[in-house]
């Protein structure tokens, strides 16, 4: 892969974010043959050897709920063989049983390919229990199960990750229509690390363009609807900081995105859709020295979230209009309720919400928000896991040996 270094830097206390950076080749081959390679170029190039390394450490978490069997076949088929894939399903059990049919579907890839994939359904009670018993009750609901919601899938998927001993872990949603989309996703998540460093570091992806029907022809829309407005708020937030107008964020709730896993460990996740604004938000709240009280300190190594613009068109199911407005008042409710975020910004996030219908008898609702992930007693909460795994009806996993690609967790 070759793309550019990053132009710009806004730098915030311990977090620097870099300006979206482009991608010029997808394969610009191996270590041994290093075609056109100049040390003092602006352009990186970075071997397929540097991204297997990296891809070799990686767990790809696919959230999964109710989509086309096709459509996540897709998906899984652009994920690199040295990844590890974890599904995490909160598709129905019934009437029909989807996640029973997503097994079967799954298993068979898994044979045809090989690919390391690791199943489990949302609501399984004994991964509920495992979270509960290693002092996580934030995530489980009152049935002693884990809630609903995409961003709890992600939580559960990042420490299914470390738990199987990656060291990044990065999310592709499972309604995406392009094969080919999902494996530039995840060979930019690598050059992201390769470049970046392998700690603190957060790799967003900006799609180059997203494709839809307009008057009967293709229309290449640059930004979609929700991201639009997120990035403008939070622009405006750096900007108050920083006294300097600027349009750095361009991933502001990007669905694509990869964490080292000492990152994901150590932030605040929002529920639901906040979950991805949330993150710009966390790590400015622990890291951009804004708050002395809430301040952390990221170790030696400064906080660096990398955006990287895509090559492929992004597309993926279009879920309507009401779909899109849940989307930014969740992004902008994250926001508004963040300590760092300054009273004027606040009142005119407000006045924007009112005038779109958002507000819910005159209140702007707090987002749920869990707490960082380093809080669990993990050593317990992987001796949990690993029993759940090692009692699956195909008593699959053995750390995911080479012959035995797929465990399923009941
Ligand atoms: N495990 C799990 N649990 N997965 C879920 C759940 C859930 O409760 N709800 C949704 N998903 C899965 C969907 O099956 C899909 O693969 C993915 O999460 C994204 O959900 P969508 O509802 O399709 O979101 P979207 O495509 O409209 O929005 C995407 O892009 C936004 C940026 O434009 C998401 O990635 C958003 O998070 C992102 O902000």
């Given at each position: 892969m070759r793309l550019e270094i990053p132009r710009e830097t806004e730098r915030i206390g311990a977090v620097q974010i870099y300006g979206l950076q482009k991608v010029y080749e997808l394969d610009s081959g191996p270590d041994h043959e290093a075609?056109?390679?100049?040390?003092?170029?602006v352009i990186q190039r970075i071997s397929y050897e540097s991204l297997f390394q990296v891809e070799k450490e990686m767990a790809i978490v696919v959230p999964v709920k109710d989509e086309r069997l096709k459509l996540i076949e897709g998906v899984l088929c652009g994920i690199p063989n040295q990844c590890t894939t974890i599904v995490v399903s909160n598709s129905e059990?019934?009437?029909?049983?989807r996640f029973q049919i997503e097994q079967e579907a799954i298993r068979n890839f898994a044979k045809f390919t090989g690919q390391k994939i690791l199943l489990v359904h949302q609501k399984d009670p004994l991964l509920g229990k495992a979270f509960a018993e290693s002092g996580?009750?934030?995530?489980?609901d009152d049935q002693g199960l884990i809630r609903n919601g995409k961003a709890e899938g992600m939580i559960l998927g990042t420490l299914l990750a470390k738990a199987i001993g990656k060291k990044f872990v990065g999310f592709v949603d499972s309604?995406?229509?392009?094969p080919g989309a999902v494996n530039e996703y995840v060979k930019e998540y690598a050059a992201g690390f390769n470049m970046?460093?392998?700690?603190?570091t957060f790799v967003r992806i900006s799609w180059q363009s997203k494709p839809k029907v307009q008057d009967s022809s293709l229309y290449f829309a640059k930004w979609g609807r929700s991201t639009v407005q997120t990035n403008r708020v939070l622009n405006r937030l750096i900007s108050m900081y920083s006294g300097f107008e600027t349009?750095?964020?361009?991933?502001?709730?990007?669905?694509?995105h990869a964490l080292s896993l000492d990152l994901a460990m150590d932030i605040d996740y929002a529920a639901g859709y906040a979950v991805e604004t949330y993150h710009f938000v966390n790590i400015l709240e622990r890291f951009?020295?804004?708050?002395p009280e809430q301040q952390?300190?990221?170790?030696?190594n400064a906080v660096k979230i990398c955006q990287i613009q895509s090559r492929n068109p992004h597309l993926h199911e279009v879920k309507g209009d009401e779909h899109v407005d849940d989307m930014i008042s969740a992004s902008w409710r994250a926001i508004y309720h963040s300590?760092?975020?300054?009273q004027s910004l606040k009142e005119a996030l407000r006045a924007e919400m009112e005038e779109r219908g958002y507000l819910i008898d005159g209140e702007i609702p707090q987002v749920k928000r869990y707490p960082a992930?380093?809080?669990?007693n993990f050593q317990k909460f992987s001796e949990l896991v690993e029993e759940i795994l090692q009692n699956?009806?195909?008593?699959?996993?053995?750390?995911?040996s080479d012959t035995l690609p797929i465990s399923i967790a009941r």
């Open positions: 075609i056109f390679h100049r040390e003092d170029s059990r019934s009437p029909i049983d996580y009750e934030e995530l489980i309604d995406n229509y392009f970046c460093g392998e700690t603190n349009e750095i964020i361009k991933t502001g709730n990007a669905g694509e951009g020295g804004l708050i952390k300190e990221p170790g030696r300590d760092i975020t300054p992930l380093n809080k669990i699956t009806d195909e008593n699959l996993f053995q750390g995911f």
